[in-house]
């Protein structure tokens, strides 16, 4: 539960120059006027706590990024430097990065970014007040580069892909801090708020001089998915520009190198469900350039699970696979109820990607889940067996985040119907509440185990 009190029209970015101001001086570059014409901050003054008073109590002329500069903002070589320094603690990207023999070109768009000072201060900023973000996206920005190599793009494109990598998530920076730190589940209009980060993104890139309109369109559209179920707009396919598709595909691999490689010590061969799970049937390049750039530079560490605990993870397998059958039969006949002519194209959507993960899940219970018991007896190829039942299971807990965003994307649709359907609305809260007994029992399934495990 949040504890904030929502407040409408507060500019979250002013707060966080008050803090930046602590670090590294933050001063009003021009004097600032409300949208009346009067003279509201002189020239030369520190961005303090006064100062960010009275920009949240005024309506102002001009966007306040346009009237402050920061004292010793990031540069070119301080970016390149960083992503060099990330690369440098993970062998894995390290030998990509050789591999791929794009320092020079990386190097190169690092420098290009200082035409754009409004993005230097955006990035400096988050640097500071979003340290993870910032990772994330100068991880992101370097994984486009290879890709757009890979996939021989022109060198506008690849440093259009470069730029909007790194800039994707800086609309985050406008978004309530409490609601992007919040450990639990969103409320529907908190998730709709930070959706929003891509509308503010686009709106702070189309204020840029000289920046291709493909960078701001991309930021835009780097949750859309090609089956429709993504956001702002819910494109599907073509309607897509490649750029923005490669930012999200590059996005989600960095987020599981950053979050499941690195901290849940996952091998990076884990990479490649997740690769197999989103490719999308219409752009397989990047599923493909991606694969081959992993095979040329050659894994070596293919399991994550040691001997002695596969037979718990088989446990985990039937358990999770029986839990997200459950699951998806509860969204899936929710979704299905709606009356036809009362299905909206969000709807559509969502009974679609569903009957994928239907198609998911069966082919994996018939293929895989079935012969894994039989097979983990198997002693003489127990290392090829056992690296499979690692892959079903990331093949499973990619089928649990699809459920989990679809489940979202019905909450949001619940939120809108407000009291316009009454049956309709009875039948979406009978169904959450079949999903939060499906959640209690995997839960305590969950708890007695990891008890048994400690004794
Ligand atoms: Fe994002």
Redesign the pocket.
Known sequence: MITYTPMHNVDYYTRHLMNVNKYNRVFIKENIFDSGGILLLKKGTDFDLGVAEKILQARLLKPIDECIDIVSPLNGITIYKRINSIIKSYPFLERMHHFANINMVLKQQCVALERYPLLIQKLTVQQLQQPDEFDNAVLCAWFCLGIGKQLHLTTKQIHNVFLAALV??I??LHINPLILTCDGELMAAEWKTVQS??NH?KKILDRIPGLAPTVARAVLE??ERCDGTGYPAGKIGDELCVEGRIVRMC?AIMAIVLKEVNIENRAYINLIPFLQFNMEPNFCEIYEVTMKWIRNIGYTENRYVPDNEVETLIDKVFCEEYFLKGWHEVIHSLAEAVPVEEQNGSLKVIIKASGQLQMILSGLEEVDIRNIKWASRDKENKSEVFAEIEHVYMMLKEVRWELRYLTRKLKLIYDELGNTNDSLACQFNLAFERLDKLNAGYHSYEFHHKSTDLH
């Open positions: 994707h998530d609309g985050m980060h891509v993104g780097h949750h996005d």
